[in-house]
């Protein structure tokens, strides 16, 4: 299976910061940098959404309600992607998952993320 791994999650206090990593299978190695990559999370009993992503060239978008307090990023050489993550918020507590955006391979265990006082 073509399966990102996601590490970095774990509990904060709200105005807490976190740093997610993704490390790209085996299988896509040779073509990782030519990749659109996604973060994606999945609240419970929400829907999974699309937070941030970043192209091959580096250009990144957000969705709205991480716009100024994620960055995402990524180190082609390392075949890894990051979500650095300030200013939490409880409404950002979810499982957090990294996917390729254009053609989405099967999804990986994702890392869980809780802010909570």
């Known amino acids: 299976q073509v399966q990102f791994v996601e590490s970095g999650g774990g509990s904060v206090q709200p105005g807490g910061s976190l740093r997610l990593s993704c490390a790209a299978p085996?299988?896509?190695?040779?073509?990782?940098?030519?990749?659109?990559i996604g973060w994606y999370r999945q609240a419970p009993g929400k829907q999974r959404e699309l937070v941030a992503s970043?192209?091959?060239?580096?250009?990144?978008t957000y969705t709205d309600s991480v716009k100024g307090r994620f960055t995402i990023s990524r180190e082609d050489g390392k075949k890894r992607t990051y979500l650095q993550m300030n200013s939490l918020k409880t409404e950002d507590t979810a499982v957090y998952y990294c996917?390729?955006?254009?053609?989405?391979?099967?999804w990986g265990p994702g890392t869980q993320v809780t802010v909570s006082s």
């Open positions: 970043i192209s091959p060239y580096h250009i990144t």
């Open positions: 996917n390729d955006v254009q053609t989405p391979g099967s």
């Open positions: 085996r299988a896509i190695l040779s073509t990782y940098s030519n990749l659109h």
